[in-house]
Structure formats: structure tokens, C-alpha cells
């Protein structure tokens, strides 16, 4: 009949057996730390990359859908005309049901003059639905209105590099000519999340009303246009009945060119996790080049202690006592390695705080404890050999061990 095991006494003995030798204790499970802090390290730096990636696109408006025209400009007449995107359309995607909001651009490169330097920028003609669809955020005064669309007030807002430039001038004087026409500057304005030129604002872009803004071109066409669903499970149908209702109006499907940015949320998301399951592996690598260490010492402890080992069995200990002894030992070994480095793995990316505040570093509970369940499981599974080897032990042959 087997023994209650001993849990006090084998505690007591695999510390001693440890601070006996607690260089070679203290190096061992330096390899714990550098492995498990590499997992915590993957697992923080993974979930908070992955968040980061999709606020930005989420910034930029996840229910948008973006409509462009793809016909050629070398097309000229009344069918390059019925080929492009038309107020008509507009009017028609707005009762699309799902739809919740739609608006239109007119885009221009007129030339601008400032502190002496003449340069092309880039004029959006839009209306205040604008705004809140592309997720722009005033920096000072105000966007256009209502009021500015219909009485065609030229007005114009300017983005925040483009302001700088402009106030550096000593002869600015809160307006600025385009097409030879004076705007008064009322906002300034950016992204809320850059696109880095990507979309159609860039560094040096203007807003004006977009009657104003018909004035200067010369048919109905429209050059692009932002739809927004009502909800996220609004985007894949809406975005559907939309394109759907461009090709009966239109009659050529290939003509237009959808966007839709939780499209590229998903694909950003699979991507996240593709590299974080990449580098899991990695650090799975280490954490396993880690248990070998660990069964390494231990079968050198065994091989130390084999006398030790033989009195024990002659004075009758059991079998599964010495095995959970040596399996103790191998536990102590990884578990405080795995604390220090589940502390590192922490604390590194944690200060990334301290020099930006763009990225919100997140550690979840999950993490710290699958990160220490890993490094017990290391422990555990390569302690096992150097224990089992223990418990094997001819009694007889370890007492004549020299």
C-alpha cells in the first residue's frame, strides 16, 4: 500500500537540494526567463500590434464603402459621361436600404501661391455630411455647413500642414486664392487617422462647398463618392444592392471601383493572427530549448545523488515519492524563471508608455497565466526522464555508485 505523500518534507528537501548548488540553480532558470519572457513578449506585443492595426483602420471608418470611377479619360462625349459616377447615382444609393448616410467629391489640383512658392494642391469639393462619413477631425475653427452649401459661400478649410505654411507667410491674411477666386479660411482640419496620402486628403489639401466647387467643372460627373452603412452587418448587403445599382444604371459593371474597409479589416485581422501564430512557434523554440536545459541539470542532480537516492530506497522511501520530489525540483527550477519572465515580458512592453501614447499596451490576464501554465507544462514535461530515472533506481547499484 502506497504512503501519503510527504508534500512539507519534499518541499523542504528539493530547496535545500537547490540552494545547494544555486549558481548552477540561478542559471538554469535564467533560460525559464528568457523564454518565457519571449512568449509573454509575443503574446503582448501580438494582441496590442493586432489592436493598434485595426483602430487605424477602424479611424478611418469601418462601414465605409468608397466608390470611384474606373472609365478611361481618354473616352470623351456623352458616353464617357453615362459612364461615370453622376449626382443621380448619389441620389439613388441614399434610399439604398442599409445606407445610411452618402456623399460626393469633386476633387481639382489648382496651383496656390504661398510665401513666394507656387504649388499644386489638392481642392475637395464635398458637403458637411463629409465630416462624420471620412472621420475628419477639426483642428480649429469649423467645417462647412449647411448654410455655406447653399448660399455658396467661398469658404474653405485647410489642413494643419498646409496651415503652418500659410501663417508662416507674412502676407497671409486668413484667405487664399484659388482659381482666382479669394476663400476665407474658417477651419482647420485632419485625419483622424492618417492614410498617408493613400486616400484622397493629403498634406496639402483644401475643402471647399461643393456648389462652389461646380462652378469650376465643367460636367455633372462625379469623381468619387463615400457611402456609409448603418451598421458593420449592414456592409457586405448594402455594398451589394449598391453595385448592383450602379450596373442597372449604368448597364457596365466594370466601370466602378468599390472599397469597403471592413474587407480590409478582416484581411488585417488574419494577418495579425497569421504573424502572432509565426512567432508563437518562435517562441515556443525557445521555451523548449529551455526544458532541455532544465531535464539536462536535473539528470546531472540525479546522476550527484545517486547514493543519496540508494539510502533513501534501502531505508524504504517509495517510488512515487522520490518521483515527485525530483519532479518538484524541476518545477521550482522553471516556474521561478517562468515568474521573472512573465514580470519581463510585462514591464518591457508596458514602457513603451512612457515614449508614445499612440499604442495601448494591453496585458490580459489570459496571457500571464497561459504563459505560466507553459512554463509548468516545460517544466513538468522535461523534469520527468531525470525523475523517472530516480525512481527506477536499482537500490543496491546506487549504494555501490562511486
Known sequence: MKSKLPIREILVTAQRALLRNWGRTVLTSLSMVVGTASFMLVVVTGISGREYTLDLIKGVGVNLIALSNESSDAIVGARALSD??????LYAIRRVPGIGSAVALLTAHPTMTEQGVTRRISLIGTTPEYQQIRNIKVVRGSFIDENDEKSRNKVCLVTDILAKRLEADPFYRGTISLYGVRFKVIGV???????????????????????VM???????????????????????????????LLV??????????????????????KIALGLMLVLLVIAAISLVASGINIMNVMLITVTERTREIGL???????????????????????????????????????????????????IPPIAVALGFGVTLLVGLTFGMIPALRAARMNPVEALRYE
Open 312 to 362: 533513501k530506497k534501502s531505508v524504504g522511501a517509495y517510488r512515487h515519492v522520490l518521483l515527485t520530489e525530483f519532479l518538484v525540483e524541476a518545477l521550482m527550477l522553471s516556474s521561478g524563471g517562468g515568474l521573472v519572465g512573465i514580470a519581463l515580458g510585462a514591464v518591457v512592453p508596458y514602457s513603451v508608455r512612457f515614449f508614445t501614447s499612440a499604442i495601448r499596451i494591453q
Open 84 to 89: 461615370r459616377l453622376n449626382f443621380g447615382d
Open 214 to 244: 461646380r462652378y469650376f467643372k465643367t460636367n455633372d460627373a462625379i469623381d468619387f463618392m463615400y457611402a456609409s452603412a448603418e451598421t458593420m452587418e449592414d456592409v457586405p448587403q448594402a455594398s451589394a444592392a449598391v453595385m448592383k
Open 248 to 269: 442597372e444604371r449604368h448597364q457596365n459593371q466594370s466601370i466602378f471601383h468599390m472599397d469597403i474597409l471592413s474587407e480590409m479589416l478582416e484581411t488585417a485581422d
Open 189 to 211: 482640419f485632419r485625419e483622424r487617422v492618417s492614410t498617408f496620402g493613400q486616400m484622397e486628403v493629403s498634406d496639402n489639401t483644401a475643402i471647399i462647398p461643393l456648389s
